[in-house]
């Protein structure tokens, strides 16, 4: 198991894409290490290299080191390309796959924007793991205030889509706004490829057998995680008294002097719908929710 914290490791796992045909404008994104010697970003950011198959100057800029690949698969619907490294990077860990996520689950992703090219952290929640995208193709639809905000999407293509710690798919498109000459996206919502295609355009021996992909509604932590979290994102007892008062004030009516923070959780646990307290710690704390989501488990 790497020493890493999750945020490290996908960091570590993350490259920015320079690429120039030298028939047009130099073209930059995002890819990610899904094998020592495989990575994957989307087809339409490698589109001239793609047809024929053959090896071209894609560089791959990771914190590791450069990597020079080739395109050796595209899935142009899903939007997907996997792209061979001329030389595998063995000492850096892998985001391991996940088969997709339930609603509202917290995401996080890092990626090269044009404007940031030294590499940029965005986060949000699953809207519909089992969405559309606007040309009607499947796609996980994901929401993010950061997104909401911008006013450039450009280099963020294929940038890896991690849900507790494991990659579940790659940014790919987003809603453009048609008053805009810029790649200015609306409503904060961006669309992924499920990791599903990444994996069938890898060869037979390097495919990893998913799982059946959760139900896509949000599915309850269970209470053991949940108190774990709990002690990750409230450090103090006056921070689980605030958080308490703020949004379950008739469960903090109920603590009395001398009571103690086992017992308050408790309390807590037993009186209100796990669902919402999950959402509450979401909206107190986000980013420390992010860094510990990892704890949490789904009955």
Known sequence: MSALNPLELLKQACARLDADDGASRARAGT????????AVTCAHVVRRWAEPMEFKEIKLRFPSGTRIACVQGVDKLADCALLKLDAPLDNVPLLEPSPGATVGAQWV?????????????LHGEVQDPIGLDQDGEPSIVLYSRNIAAANSMAGFSGSPIVVSGRVIGHMKSFIPNPDKFLAEPLFGIVFACSIRSVEALLPAQERIALSPAPYPLLDSPTPASLRRLIKAVLIGDDDLDAFCSDHFYLVKNRFTAGMTREAKMTLLLEHVDRKEILAALRETDPDSVIKNEAMLQYR
Do not use: E
Not at 31 to 38: K, S
Not at 109 to 121: A, C, I, M, W
């Open 109 to 121: 992703t890092y990626g090269f924007p044009k404007v940031v090219p030294t590499g940029l952290l």
């Open 31 to 38: 890819a990610y290490l899904i094998r020592p010697g495989w």
